[in-house]
């Protein structure tokens, strides 16, 4: 037969649906405020790779990047979930953890301290990415507390105030101060007459101390 048929055949190659999702480079832990990256490995090698990721409260991503950001303390949870029919889901946790404090800075005490006067100080918490940034103060010595971040000098002589992180560190932050009495420059009598005086007499007076807050 000298007549020829042509068929046309369509055939409709679709790719597989992932059928494994393996994450990589990710790490196990993360302080508050790290970052961390990850890829993926995907079998069959020629499925489609569409593949969705999500986290819990606890971390951000970046679908582009596939970078990961701790936002808090807890159990980080990233899912993977392929955009095929099968719709695979892949799960990994990466334990995030506080920012500890490394050092704590007691700044405004001055260097001469004086009996009776209040001050003011504040704390440089280092890093300044600590989780945990509060402290607790406590005095040794000649100082009191009088105050939220403020301690009154009670008496001449040596006087500690201390800090404390409240996070696991226990950072311990400390200045030593000697407390100066404030001594007397001149003095001046009230109530003497200006002229005389009666002998077996009595005269009521009074002392004026320059400065007038000076210690005895």
Do not use: C
């Not at 392929?82 to 800075?105: A, E, M, Q, R, W």
């Not at 992180?165 to 001046?188: E, H, L, P, Q």
Request: proline share 4%; hydrophobic share 35%; no cysteine.
């Amino acid at each position: 037969d000298e007549s020829k048929t042509t068929k046309t055949f369509t055939f409709n190659i679709a790719r597989p649906n992932i059928s494994s999702i393996e994450f990589t480079g990710l790490l196990n832990e993360l302080k508050v405020g790290d970052k961390t990256s990850f890829n993926v490995n995907i079998l069959p090698k020629y499925a489609n790779s569409n593949i969705t990721y999500t986290t819990n409260d606890v971390l951000s991503i970046n679908q582009a990047t596939k970078e990961v950001t701790a936002l808090k303390v807890g159990n980080g949870i990233i899912t993977a979930t392929s955009n095929d029919v099968g719709g695979l889901v892949k799960t990994v946790n990466i334990n995030v953890v506080p920012t500890l404090v490394t050092k704590l800075t007691i700044n405004g005490l001055p260097d001469n301290v004086v009996r009776g006067q209040e001050y003011t100080y504040s704390v440089q918490v280092e890093p300044n990415n600590a989780t945990d940034k509060t402290y607790t103060s406590s005095v040794t010595g000649n100082f009191e507390i009088s105050g939220t971040n403020k301690v009154t000098a009670t008496n001449s002589g040596s006087a500690t105030l201390k800090v404390t992180s409240n996070d696991s560190a226990k950072v311990v932050g400390s200045v030593t101060r000697n407390v100066n009495n404030i001594t007397v420059t001149n003095f001046a009598i009230n109530g003497l007459p200006d002229d005389e005086l009666e002998i077996n007499s009595t005269y009521p007076v009074t002392i004026d101390f320059t400065p007038s807050n000076a210690n005895f």
